[in-house]
T-cell receptor
Framework: QQQVKQSPQSLIVQKGGISIINCAYE??????FPWYQQFPGKGPALLIA?????SEKKEGRFTISFNKSAKQFSLHIMDSQPGDSATYFC????????????FGQGTILTVHP | ETGVTQTPRHLVMGMTNKKSLKCEQH?????MYWYKQSAKKPLELMFV???????ENNSVPSRFSPECPNSSHLFLHLHTLQPEDSALYLC?????????????????FGPGTRLTVL
């Protein structure tokens, strides 16, 4: 019940295309859903996050779509660029004051020039 | 730079060695975390310290021993490790907030220590 399932494992997109990564969860007690981006040799860094009472959040080229009834959320990267090539992790926060996160398995995104 | 540093960046050790990983955060946060990142697996939360007290210990083998001497420093002491313990070990920190604040308390990650156990 604590799992967050992420797909696909890897994704190849042409420059200018749309990248879509999907996640699903079971635990309805999760109260925040962040996405993290990780480049080789670096730790994950927060990209964008959404609360379950919001259906969509957009920051620049990155958009989270959230479907509470289906317990699914997704990351859309518009106009994908080679610099977006990285590993992306979805996560879900449990209701603790220190923000315990459960992560998905990660998606390796490659954007070809 | 995220404000979270980890040393060493790479470590190779034998199964009988004892070593320690160090994490330091310069963000004034009051919660610190150890994660294990293995290939093709989700990040696994190992330990959480909040206000210098251990609040999470996710069934981690006793060959991993955490220490948090103050809110800025976190150590992971390693002894008698197994080859399957080879992974990237990530440290993170965040600011603990009341749940009622409705704000997301972002976790800031260090670059990790790449550990290889021979």
């Amino acid at each position: 019940q604590q799992q967050v399932k992420q797909s696909p494992q890897s994704l190849i997109v042409q420059k200018g295309g749309i990248s879509i990564i999907n996640c699903a969860y079971e635990n309805t007690a999760f109260d925040y859903f962040p996405w993290y981006q990780q480049f080789p040799g670096k730790g994950p860094a927060l990209l964008i996050a959404i609360r379950p009472d919001v259906s969509e959040k957009k920051e620049g080229r990155f958009t989270i779509s959230f479907n509470k009834s289906a317990k699914q959320f997704s990351l859309h990267i518009m106009d994908s660029q080679p610099g977006d090539s990285a590993t992306y992790f979805c996560a879900a926060r449990s209701g603790t004051s220190y923000g315990k996160l459960t992560f998905g398995q990660g998606t390796i995104l490659t954007v070809h020039p | 730079e995220t404000g979270v540093t980890q040393t060493p960046r790479h470590l190779v050790m034998g199964m009988t060695n004892k070593k320690s990983l160090k994490c330091e955060q310069h963000l004034g946060h009051n919660a610190m975390y150890w994660y294990k990142q293995s290939a093709k697996k989700p990040l696994e939360l190992m330990f959480v310290y909040s206000l210098e007290e251990r609040v999470e210990n996710n069934s981690v083998p006793s060959r991993f021993s955490p220490e948090c001497p103050n809110s800025s420093h976190l150590f992971l002491h390693l002894h008698t490790l197994q080859p399957e313990d080879s992974a990237l070990y990530l440290c993170a920190s965040s600011q603990e907030r009341p749940l009622s604040s409705g704000r997301y308390n972002e976790q800031f990650f260090g670059p990790g220590t790449r550990l290889t156990v021979l």
